[in-house]
């Protein structure tokens, strides 16, 4: 029997793993104060909605992945503070963030948690971390769905060019 074998949670990490967990945390952390910080600056139910099941992904990542960490010996970065509630009205017009802007945001930030989702379950050796991270994967996945609807009807998806006119096939 080898050091890889048996119980996944019972094997070594690799310093690959170790790094993406980290970093996962790390940046759900960031995430998480500025999602609370949006929160703050939407004025749409459904886009309040939205952060608010973004605010709840990223704190379970934190939870999850500070776990891991720890019961690896591994130091965690510290939290955030807590973002404070505001109301809308209290924020400046030209300082406020429009539900647009908000709504393209995450949806960047949930494509690119794909990928690092991706790269972590192809680089984990164990099998409960690549598990994790296909959960948070599938999560996700279920997310960016919400908000490329979301952003479709409400008009605030801005398409890359379209191709309306193909050209047409020269034959030789």
Request: glycine content about 6%; overall charge neutral.
């Amino acid at each position: 029997m080898g050091i890889l074998s048996g119980n996944p949670k019972n094997e070594p990490m690799h310093y690959g793993e170790i790094f993406s967990v980290w970093q996962c945390s790390t940046v759900a952390k960031g995430a998480l104060s500025f999602y609370q910080a949006f929160l703050n600056h939407a004025g749409d139910k459904d886009l309040k909605k939205t952060l608010e099941a973004l605010i709840d992904q990223a704190k379970l990542e934190i939870k999850e992945c500070d776990t891991l960490l720890t019961d690896n010996g591994i130091a965690p970065t510290p939290a955030l503070p807590e973002r404070p509630p505001v109301k809308i009205e209290d924020i400046p017009v030209g300082a406020r963030f429009t539900d647009p802007e908000i709504a393209a945001k995450i949806a960047s930030d949930t494509s690119m948690g794909l990928v690092a989702c991706s790269q972590v379950m192809g680089q984990s050796v164990r099998e409960d971390i690549g598990a994790l991270f296909a959960k948070y994967h599938v999560t996700k996945t279920a997310l960016g769905v919400r908000i490329l609807q979301m952003r479709k009807e409400k008009g605030w998806l801005i398409p890359p060019p379209l191709q309306v006119k193909r050209p047409e096939a020269v034959e030789a």
